[in-house]
């Protein structure tokens, strides 16, 4: 498996020559300090993949505006991580997952001075009694 640029760059800051060799510790796939979160998922998130106890930065929140209460989602992400893709997805009953497209829709962004973004969806609740979304990440 090629490892893209921007994953081989962040693994050559974290990881020692000897971790680098190993891809079952500095791999995509990889969770070497077992915080259940994957090298590639820490890339993203720009967390770092040896420190445990640092969760994904990504929060949701119902807000009122006006008559209406909405479900926003906030996540901050790392401008490098080029080569992951996310997607966010929506379902009734979080078995049958499909795209959010339509459905959420962005309503700000923050660039921040360490190369990361924070985006913002919003949704408007649906008639359902209750509704599930996720975060889908692919390594490009
Ligand atoms: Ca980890």
Known sequence: ?????????????HFTPAQLAD???????????????????EHFFAMDP?????????????VEDGDSIYCEFHFRYSLDAVDV?????VSPDSTVWSSATGHYELINSFDHADRTRTL?????????????FRLALTAE
Do not use: C, W
């Open 1 to 13: 498996m090629s490892i893209p640029a921007p994953f081989d760059h962040f693994r050559r800051t």
């Open 23 to 41: 891809p079952n510790f500095s791999g995509p796939a990889a969770d070497p300090d077992q915080d259940g979160y994957t090298n590639l998922v």
């Open 50 to 62: 040896t420190v445990p106890g640092k969760s994904p930065s990504y929060q949701s929140e119902l």
């Open 85 to 89: 893709t996310f997607k966010l997805e």
């Open 120 to 132: 913002v969806y919003r949704s408007q609740l649906s008639e359902q009694p209750r509704e599930f």
